[in-house]
């Protein structure tokens, strides 16, 4: 039970997650792209309603996010969130009728099998509810810097796939950051209730996160293809909440020969993942609406 519950909702903030997914990227595109990271992106979009829908969908999916990160550890919360892509496909299945071709199912099989395959190797365990301030400090630097690095090397480079990777990198950090953070505003609000969790500096520290990973997200899916940015953000993602998990919140997973099968499953993970982003199906739904001179 300690683990189902923060599955089942771990799944739902995926599925959420993936219904605004196929909105927000609809609406990204079809608003005018510039060379730069462009701060009037948002102010386009907020004009926008499906967008508006689309950032329902990801309300719901950060409540459910955050109940799952107050009930499990990191590292079995966010690789979930691998599953997000393949539901992703599925949504725009149903709402653009056209159906997913065969090798996108295997695609789908692969994603889960690797999942399912890394997780029960690697049996995460541990959670602890207080993170020193100290390690705070360190982990806040090393991925604010890596950040920077990324977007830095993004800004370099003329729109396409590395600027596209670059900046889905950065947002990868910036989401696996604010789940951090998410989770320990929730311990607060678990243990010392609503006044404690609006005082405590990473409930403010992880809408800063969240707002930041947004604004990578819309930019990375204007600065190229999806094949690109896509692998870059879930795989991302998955990796730097596991070593967020460890070392901020002492998880433990399984090593040793335990980290055959664990590559295994990411071999798969990470396969299933450059399928999804390249069938015809995913095209469509990143080039839907999509406005003249808009980057692909």
Not at 51 to 77: D, E, F, K, R
Not at 78 to 99: D, G, K, T, Y
Not at 272 to 292: E, F, M, Q
Request: glycine share 10%.
């Amino acid at each position: 039970m300690h683990t189902i519950v923060p599955v089942l909702f771990a799944v739902a903030a995926a599925l959420s997650n993936a219904i605004g997914t196929v909105l927000q990227r609809r609406e990204a595109l079809s608003v005018p792209s510039s060379a730069g990271l462009r701060p009037g992106l948002m102010l386009d979009l907020l004009r926008r309603p499906l967008w508006l829908l689309g950032i329902g969908a990801v309300i719901a999916a950060a409540v459910c996010q955050a109940l799952a990160l107050s009930t499990g550890p990191m590292v079995i919360v966010q690789p979930l969130f691998v599953l997000e892509l393949p539901l992703a496909l599925i949504v725009a299945w149903i709402v653009l009728h056209r159906p997913l071709p065969r090798v996108g199912w295997v695609a789908v099989a692969l994603v889960v099998v690797g999942l399912g395959v890394a997780l029960a190797a690697a049996a995460p365990s541990g959670d602890r509810t207080y993170v020193p301030t100290g390690r705070w400090i360190a982990a806040l630097a090393v991925g604010a810097g890596v950040i920077v690095a990324l977007c830095a090397a993004a800004l370099r480079r003329p729109q396409g796939r590395v600027r596209a990777a670059c900046l889905g990198a950065a947002c990868a950090v910036s989401y696996a950051m604010t789940a951090a953070l998410i989770k320990a505003a929730m311990h607060t609000l678990d243990d010392h209730g609503v006044t404690a969790f609006f005082t405590t500096w990473q409930t403010y520290a992880f809408a800063v996160t969240g707002g930041t990973a947004l604004f990578l997200l819309e930019n990375a899916l204007q600065a190229g293809p999806l094949v690109a940015s896509q692998p870059a953000i879930t795989l991302g993602d998955a990796m730097v909440s596991l070593a967020l998990g460890v070392a901020l919140y002492e998880e433990h997973v399984r090593s040793g020969w335990w980290l055959l099968p664990e590559l295994l499953g990411l071999g798969l993970i990470a396969t299933g993942v450059v399928t999804l982003a390249r069938i015809p199906l995913t095209d469509s739904v990143v080039t839907a609406g999509k406005a003249p001179g808009a980057a692909r």
